[in-house]
């Protein structure tokens, strides 16, 4: 069992920048990929960005690329998504998410364990 622990999460002004962090409970952390994603009043939930587990491969939304960047700190057991230049329509609840594979990309379908959320705000 993965135990995701996220923070980081506030309000900010439009351009604004904000980190958010991830801590998995997972001793073998090394051994899971991880990502975000988010979820805004009335939509679905949708991927943000994701991260092997070596860190070596990313992938991101669209809607995000060139503002956002996902990282890991192994030694930590922490991943973090980095926004910068952050705009109203990224007011969402952020969700770290991990499976116990290799790479998951974007695709909520493909993880198994989340974590409870951090509120950002976009004014």
């Known amino acids: 069992q993965v135990q995701l622990v996220e923070s980081g999460g506030d309000s900010v002004q439009a351009g604004g920048s904000l980190t958010l962090s991830c801590t998995a409970s997972?001793?073998?952390?090394?051994?899971?990929?991880m990502g975000w994603f988010r979820q805004a009043p009335g939509k679905e939930r949708e991927g943000v960005a994701g991260?092997?587990?070596?860190?070596?491969?990313?992938d991101y939304a669209d809607s995000v690329k060139d503002r956002f960047t996902i990282s890991r700190d192994n030694a930590k057991n922490t991943v973090y998504l980095q926004m910068n230049n952050l705009k109203p329509e990224d007011t969402a609840m952020y969700y770290c998410?991990?499976?116990?594979?290799?790479?998951?990309?974007?695709?909520?379908?493909?993880?198994?364990?989340w974590g409870q959320g951090t509120q950002v705000t976009v004014s």
């Open positions: 998410a991990a499976s116990l594979n290799w790479y998951g990309g974007i695709s909520v379908a493909a993880y198994n364990y």
């Open positions: 997972e001793s073998t952390y090394r051994s899971i990929c």
């Open positions: 991260i092997s587990t070596r860190g070596d491969i990313t």
